[in-house]
């Protein structure tokens, strides 16, 4: 079965990838019982020559048919997170890493998460080393991943690498899931409101009018207004259904494709009242966190930087990173490069400090990213709070409303009679 979660890599790179497929197999081992299995291999006879070198004489060889409704679903970075301490758990527990590999991808929900895993495994049987075999895959594993893998090779202490990957990735999906919900909440209040609001103007507002045209009576202005709304809504649906998802398609690919675009929405949404103090500490939080895990798996703080930009989540910050990369470069201390950019609090600058004048970098960095990271989990707390009463106020506001521009010319009957 061919690779089709790959992403974006090299053509050799994707080319090599493809040639490995799964194949199914029967045979007999040492003790003459009969087994079976799946094996990952270029071709029948690399699964041939595996299973001898296994002790296996293999009597049928085949390959996997593909199912008729293909079942791959997305990989996510929660299926990377859950993949790197799993990995990290069973090379502490001394498993060798072609095998924990071999368990982890069989033993994953996702068929798609499978075929990647295996497809390094195979790359490692091969003799490949485990940073390159990822770095393969650009898509799923980044530039901070293979880096501290290829660290923790050299060094002989993958496993502890894999432990520090695993705890960086798992703090940064909790942080990543704390904005989502910050994100999610306000969205979808709007969102209830614009529904509730359509549907009154679209099936009750026409029964009002029906009955207010039988009186023959001078309407009120906000009824006027309202059930003037509704008549647009009901002749112009489709246009502005279009409209509106022509809008959506637009912002979507301009903030992918342009890059000025992007700058602009990231700096907007960093001033937005609350959101934008979520987003922001959200940002330096993985700031600190990033840096904290790469400076203390060794990596050179210029090559370590350069992870870090990507990682920010905010192109604004993105671009001071850079920026600060660049100084540090040619000499100047991190918290220098700091103090010259407007988006890092003086704690930070100060932290970062003491850690540069300590020779403890990366502990200071960790005590930040755990400061924010529980800032962010407070504030969402609270904005969860604050908007539960907002929700009864804005629907409210709005069925009201229209509930009022309906009922005044009933009112205004009963006082004249």
Known sequence: MALATAGKVKPKAKAQADKARVFTWEGMDRRGARVKGESRAPSINAVRADLRRQ????????????????????????????????????????????????????????????????????????????APAMAKYPLYFDDLVCNLVAAGEQAGVLDILLDKIAIYKEKTESIKGKVKKALFYPAAVIAVAIIVTVVILLFVIPQFKELFTSFGADLPAFTLMVIGLSDIIRA?????????????????YS?????????????????????????NKAALARFARTLSTMFAAGVPLVEALQSVAGATGNI??????????????????????????????????????????????DDMLGKVADFYEEQVDNAVDSLSSLLEPMIM??????????????YLPIFKLAAVV
Request: aromatic share 6%.
């Open 55 to 130: 002790g296996v004489n293999p009597t049928k060889v085949k390959p996997k048919p593909k199912p008729l409704f293909s079942s791959k679903k997305k990989i996510t970075s929660a299926d990377l997170s859950v993949f790197t301490r799993q990995l990290a758990t069973m090379m502490g527990a001394g498993v060798p890493l072609v095998q924990a590999f071999d368990i982890v991808a069989r033993g994953h929900e996702n068929p798609s998460m499978q075929d990647l895993l295996l497809s390094i495994k195979t790359d490692i049987e091969s003799g490949t080393g485990m």
């Open 236 to 252: 112009w649906w489709w246009a502005i259904f279009l409209g509106i998802g022509g809008a959506v398609y637009v912002i979507s």
């Open 255 to 279: 903030f992918k494709r342009s890059r000025r675009f992007r700058e602009i929405v990231d700096r907007a949404v960093l001033k937005i009242p609350v959101i934008g103090g979520i987003l």
């Open 316 to 361: 604004v910050y993105q671009d001071a990173v850079m920026t600060m990369r660049e100084e540090v470069a040619t000499g100047q201390s991190l918290q220098l490069a700091m103090r010259q950019r407007d988006i890092f609090p003086h704690m930070v600058i100060q932290m970062t400090a003491i850690g540069e004048e300590s020779g403890a970098l």
């Open 393 to 406: 106020v804005v629907i409210g506001g709005l069925v009201g409303s229209l509930v009022v521009a309906m």
